[in-house]
């Protein structure tokens, strides 16, 4: 029965009660209203409105839960608990609502692995044009320098420490060039897999700070899509950079491991610690790609000092 229909009909039911208890009991209204009768009118009328109440209560008190578990939503991908007892048209709200939010849901997933796929794509797209183009120009001008250098005279002293410093100056940027062609396109994620792209990341990352990078991979990681793998990738890559360049730590733990079916990566430094600064770009960028597949993100000082990132992202699969 409709919502609106239940609630009429309770009324009248209550009223039509009230009428026939009128009718049939022996109380009467004089012409001036007596106090005894002004006392047995308040009684009856005080039971009807309690009546009513306990009748409507079983129907509009779920409603109001309802209304409060919907409110309680903020996150996406949030469960609220929905009341499960009420009539027929709580029932159906609370299905639709399940309902909705699940199509919500796959909206998100399906809208997060087509923003995640188009930065990607813009990244490879970055990294070749920086490969080919800006790195086959640094490597003319370097072919260029040296021919210059090859038809200086070697009694030209000062121009051959110029010429040679600016063939050092543009190697460097050739290198830099390259390396950030490489980061911008992982291709060891897309090759070998998670673990042996978090290996190689660490690896290098020791091989350019000279910071020891401890790695713990726990054995039978759950399977996880592409999109998940490649953001647990990203967030990890982005946190040893801001290691590097803020936390002038001396030592990193790298850690990826599962607790109730979520995978979660941790990378923790013994660093000088957040101290309270604001968030950067690169941090709303991790922050934006954990939230594309359901991830929560935080950053946490550590005991005696230093930073931890918590990446902890819900997977669905089997385990490996």
């Known amino acids: 029965m409709p919502l609106y229909w239940r609630v009429c009909l309770t009324n009248a039911l209550v009223f039509l009660l009230g009428t026939v208890a009128l009718a049939v009991s022996p109380a009467t209204v004089s012409v001036h209203l007596l ?12 039971l009807i409105v309690v009546l009513n109440a306990v009748l409507l209560r079983g129907t509009l008190v779920p409603l109001d839960r309802l209304v409060g578990a919907m409110e309680s939503v903020d996150h996406p991908g949030e469960r609220p608990v929905l009341p499960t007892s009420g009539p027929s048209t709580v029932r159906r709200l609370v299905a639709s609502f399940e309902a909705m939010l699940g199509r919500l849901d796959h909206e998100r997933s399906r809208s997060a692995a087509q923003a995640l796929a188009a930065q990607e794509a813009e990244r490879h797209r970055i990294a070749q044009e920086l490969h080919d183009e800006v790195g086959q120009s640094l490597t003319v001008v370097l072919l260029q320098l040296k021919h210059l250098r090859d038809g200086l005279p070697d009694s030209d002293a000062a121009a051959v420490v110029a010429v040679d410093g600016v063939r050092e100056s543009a190697r460097a940027a050739l290198d830099e060039v390259r390396e950030v062609a490489r980061r ?65 730590a001396s030592a990193v733990d790298l850690s990826l491991t599962v607790q109730g079916g979520d995978l979660v990566l941790t990378v923790a430094d013994d ?26 993100l ?17 997977t669905e699969g089997h385990r490996a």
Request: proline share 3%.
């Open 35 to 46: 106090v005894s009768e002004a006392v047995i009118l308040g009684i009856g009328a005080l």
């Open 184 to 248: 911008l396109r992982p291709g060891v994620l897309e090759d070998l897999g998670l673990l042996s792209a978090l290996a190689a990341l660490a690896t290098d990352y020791s091989q350019r700070t000279g910071v020891h990078v401890s790695r713990t991979f726990a054995p039978g990681l759950p399977d996880a899509t592409a999109e998940v793998e490649l953001v647990v990738y990203r967030v990890a890559q982005e946190a040893l950079t801001n290691v590097a360049r803020h936390a002038r």
């Open 271 to 296: 660093g000088a610690g957040v101290r309270g600064a604001s968030e950067g770009t690169g941090v709303a960028g991790m922050r934006e790609r954990a939230g594309m597949v359901g991830g929560r």
């Open 298 to 314: 935080a950053f946490d000082r550590r005991d005696g000092g230093g930073t931890e990132v918590r990446l902890v992202v819900p």
